[in-house]
């Protein structure tokens, strides 16, 4: 496609000056004849200069996988098959999901060489996405007119939950630095459930640590040491529902409880411990209990895709479906936007549940709630909207209150801190040898 540029509208407004005075002077009438012949000539050589020359030729470099809500960098590569200088205006078509800036790129290219830009771009939704094509304006050699090419560059990219917590904590539990996450790691010797090793005798073993045997061979004090227990099942419940839509910030609750999954995943996986997930609430899948660290990919992959639905969910359908899957008993944890009114389809679910496994439910608490919960008050409209969300709050914390009393294991923390909290209570769990 060819298109005018600022110099032909230029050239336009010289004719029409002419045009003026040729109106006002009929002598220049000749000189006007002249200026349009001159300017048609010169228009339609420069138009079939730029639909002759040789087209650019384009490139694109692209991560094949993006986190979400993390800024990357994107890499063109313009290719000037022809020997003239060159002109361009570039523009990359990215995904509709997918934000950028900085366009359109203007540069001059000379002849057989080559342009390599860089731009930045931020995916705002999971699942995978296609860079369908590379937009080029290219000037014509008189600059009258702009050839407009879309080149058929396709990329393909798949955009995961924001694993940047996963490489945070494996960098930081390499320097024992996890208290910086929030993470505590609280070490107890000896008190363990799986025999580790036996060592001399320090300063605090409790006497029932000590091995007599070995120490009566060994003619000096041996202890018996201990690991938190391995081997263990760890199973996520995810909600797919409706409430997982909603936002307190960048991230939906339902992003917010993927980074959660994901970190805990790689920490059970350090820790021994296999991992599966199961969803529910629209989109349902299974991935069966793995152990290895190369099952973190596999999380990734079973969960980069997934959306939150419309769809209400269904804790017996769910947990029934649970049981028949996951024989071996399992930490269980269900992942949900708890609300009061769902305690009476709740709490059978989780009965159901904890009759095999050890359930921990973890609930994400919107943040706007907290905040109007700390609004002062002004006046009677601003007194009536505190005392509802105190009301519910309450009705939240009393439903709470009652799926404790159940044994069961509870937590209810605003989406930011879901993933520490979450690892935290996991590793709370591994001390007590209750799984």
């Known amino acids: ?46 138009m079939l200069l730029a639909a002759t020359e040789s087209a650019p030729r384009a490139e694109r470099s692209v991560p094949h996988s993006l986190p979400l809500g993390v800024k990357r960098s994107v890499q063109l590569r313009i290719h000037n098959e022809g020997k003239r200088p060159l002109d361009l205006e570039i523009f990359d078509h990215f995904p509709l999901e997918v934000s950028a800036s900085g366009f359109p790129m203007r540069l001059g290219l000379n002849g057989g060489e080559f342009a390599a830009p860089l731009y930045e771009v931020t995916a705002n939704e999971r699942g995978k996405l296609t860079f369908p094509c590379v937009q080029l304006r290219v000037l014509s050699p008189l600059k009258l007119w702009w050839r407009d090419l879309k080149l058929p560059v396709v990329s393909e990219v798949k955009v995961y939950p924001n694993f940047a917590a996963v490489a945070q904590y494996a960098l930081m539990a390499t320097d024992n630095h996890l208290s910086h996450m929030g993470i505590m790691k609280k070490r107890r010797r000896g008190e363990g459930q799986d025999f580790h090793q036996l060592r001399e005798y320090r300063e605090g073993d409790s006497l029932r640590q000590i091995d007599w045997k070995a120490t009566s061979r060994m003619h000096k004090v041996i202890s018996r040491e201990y690991q938190d227990e391995r081997d263990q099942e760890i199973i996520f419940m995810l909600d797919c529902g409706h409430r997982m839509m909603a936002k307190d910030d960048a991230l939906s609750h339902f992003d917010h409880t993927l980074n959660a999954i994901l970190l805990l995943t790689y920490v059970a996986l350090r820790q021994g411990d296999a991992v599966g997930l199961g969803s529910f609430a629209g989109a349902s899948r299974w991935l069966p209990a793995h152990k290895g660290q190369h099952n973190v990919q596999h999380m990734l992959n079973a969960l980069y895709d997934l959306q939150p639905t419309p769809q209400a969910p269904d804790y017996a359908q769910a947990a029934t479906e649970l049981l028949v899957r996951q024989k071996k008993r399992a930490l269980i944890v269900l992942l949900t936007n708890l609300r009061d009114e769902d305690l009476d389809d709740l709490l059978p679910a989780l009965h159901i549940l904890r009759k095999r496994h050890l359930v921990l439910l973890a609930s994400m608490r919107e943040q706007a709630l907290d905040k109007a919960a700390e609004e002062p008050v002004g006046n009677l409209e601003d007194a009536l909207n505190k005392a509802a969300v105190q009301h519910y709050l309450q009705a939240r914390k009393a439903t709470l209150d009652r799926i404790r009393a159940a044994g069961i294991h509870c937590l209810d923390v605003p989406p930011p801190e879901l993933s520490v909290n979450l690892v935290n209570h996991y590793l709370d769990i591994k001390r007590s040898g209750s799984l």
């Open 1 to 46: 496609m060819i298109l005018p540029a600022r110099r032909s509208f230029y050239l336009l407004g010289v004719n029409a000056v002419v045009a003026l005075l040729a109106s006002i002077a009929p002598d220049l009438l000749p000189m006007w004849y002249v200026t349009v012949g001159l300017s048609l000539l010169a228009a339609l050589a420069d």
